[in-house]
């Protein structure tokens, strides 16, 4: 199974260790990322045998973007078919969660800031907020100070427009890309791009971006990292939803 090498941080390559055919194992390094005067060697999670360089010398990627591609020898197994649907999870109620020390506080007046900018916010979020602040909970949900949703969308929106619904220029083409965003015109369209805001990352099973598509609070979408599964989950119909959903993610992981 062809799966990507991808960039963690944004940066420009400075040194490819690793030639068409070459063997990669778990923790080499086939490409070396030079970020803020600093080396940043590129760990394959995955061992294989390259099959395709994505990247050259002097060349600025963007996180996430793929670099080089690796089969591991394996073949893709489609998962069984559910004889009936999966149950969407309960919402989780606020008294089950903790709130963490040294969570930054967030108030009234900054969500309404960031509620006037972007339209209304996800159902349940600005309840989270105000109770809890922004802060990583368990290592599983990492919620956003509205500071860092203003930064984080500003960062993610190229990156979405670049790769989303842009997959059918690339069919033919043996690329990660062509995989992880196949099912983005089932979710998304073009116009949904600009308007998505980004609020949240989740560790459970795999690193995500949880945003929502302004205008449309009900939609909680997930998006999951190029090297994880080729998916864009709806997580919504709420903030309280989708806190259950890495909770169940977490424990089918355990």
């Known amino acids: 199974m062809e799966l990507g090498i991808c960039a963690h941080i944004p940066g420009r390559v400075v040194r490819i260790e690793v030639g068409v055919g070459d063997s990669v194992a778990v923790g080499d390094s086939p490409v070396v990322l030079e970020a803020m005067g600093v080396e940043m060697p ?44 999966r149950k969407p999870p309960s919402p989780v109620a606020w008294t089950a969660i903790q709130p963490v020390p040294g969570s930054l506080k967030v108030t009234k007046k900054d969500l309404d800031a960031l509620e006037a900018e972007f339209g209304d916010l996800p159902p349940g979020y600005r309840d989270f907020m105000m109770r809890f602040g922004a802060a990583e909970f368990g290592g599983i949900l990492g919620v956003y100070t509205p500071d860092q949703v203003r930064k984080t969308t500003a960062d993610r929106r190229p990156f979405f427009r670049e790769h989303l619904l ?26 949904d791009i600009a308007r998505l805001v980004v609020i949240a990352h989740a560790t459970a099973g795999d690193l995500a971006t949880l945003a929502f598509v302004s205008g449309s609070p009900e939609r909680l979408l997930r998006f999951q990292r190029p090297s994880m599964k080729s998916v864009i989950e709806d997580v919504g119909p709420t903030f309280a939803h989708a806190i259950a959903k890495y909770f169940e993610d977490l424990e089918d992981d355990e």
Do not use: M, Y
Not at 62 to 68: A, F, N
């Open 42 to 85: 590129v760990e394959a999670a995955r061992g294989g045998r390259v099959t395709r360089i994505d990247c050259v010398l002097g060349q600025g990627v963007r996180e996430d973007d793929v670099l080089v591609l690796i089969d591991d020898g394996t073949k893709r197994v489609r998962p069984p078919t559910r004889s009936r649907p």
């Open 166 to 191: 842009e997959f059918e220029a690339h069919v033919r083409l043996a690329t990660l890309q062509t995989k992880l965003w196949a099912n983005a015109n089932d979710v998304l369209v073009p116009d």
